[in-house]
């Protein structure tokens, strides 16, 4: 079952535009999550394709037939919320069937599907059992066979494991993406957890106040982010950005470090016709993006390396977060948040030891520091290329 959004937008009466023309295809059998922190739309928007909240302009397409002001029992969608939403006086059986009984579904059919959902779920030895008497992760599971057992085209998820403890919910993220897999219906996801966008998803659309960011796998929006709103939202810890100054010459490019006029590379890098078009119009500013796993920390200096110190170690168990400094000052992010090193937990560093940092090369981006839009990243081979 295919999802199309086009031009769909929303406003309330008060005036705030929650859903900014949306233009959008949700591929049939595919696990969609919508990312974004609170208050983009994201919530809204699969509000709209419940048939809970009416667009205010475009149109929803669910196959090809306009379902824009179609009644939501009509949809055929089924919703799971952030809440559990259980009939607390009826038993886990009598909850998961409730909604075939009142289908009007034979009972020749409620009975194997009950199963099948109870079993695939692991709920089968708790179907006498009242909500009262489970845990979180049983409650959430049975709620999730009460949309399942209905058989849905479209699959709607609202935070379903937000009111999870840590390990739970990482388990439960695990059950979902198997249960998926083996029932491979049209899902819409909605999370603010980028962990679990990135785990679940076959794609992921972010959103941020109303407007979707960008659409694409998740290897794709964590190597290639569009801008820089989405370089910062996915990943953890979040990527560092820093000031440079781009020097174009023939057929290629050369950067500084703002902040001291450190180079970055010792030669200049090959870049496109476009790429250089692109940074004629930043006027030799431009934002530099590193995940903080590419960059590597050394005793000795090296081509292109900044002289650097270690600020502060943060022990992750297998990892360790190293926040570094540059000439002395910590201070060298664009955003004022700490520039950091992922290390392994064996490499020991201690605070205010002089060190030499080094940002691998395949693995830059950079940003228009006005817009924050993606200019150009370097691929494997060493030459800038449109991101």
Known sequence: MTLAFEGIEKVYPNGFHAVKRLDLQIQTGEFFTLL????????TTLRMIAGLEMPTAGRLLIDGRDFTRIHPRDRDVAMVFQSYALYPHMSVRENLVLNLKVRRVPAAEIAPRLAEISRILGIDQLLDSKPARLSGGQRQRVA????????????????????????????????LKKLHERMPVTTVYVTHDQAEALVLSDRICIMNGGELQQVGTPQDVYDRPANMFVAKFVGTPSINLLPVAVGAGEGGLQLRLAKGGHPLDGAVMPATGEVLRRLDQTRGRAVLGIRPE??????????????????LVEPMGSVNHIVLGIDGSEEVTVDGEPFIAVVRSNERYAHGQPIHVSLRPDRLLLFDEQSGRSLAALSPVGSWELA
Do not use: H, Q, Y
């Open 36 to 43: 974004g922190p609170s208050g983009c739309g994201k919530t």
């Open 294 to 311: 590419a960059v590597a920390l050394d005793d000795e200096p090296g081509a292109g390396s900044l002289p650097g110190s270690v600020g």
């Open 144 to 175: 999730l066979g009460r949309a399942l057992i209905r058989r849905p085209n479209v699959f709607l998820m609202d935070e379903p494991l937000s009111n999870l403890d840590l390990k739970l919910r990482e388990r439960t993220r695990t059950e």
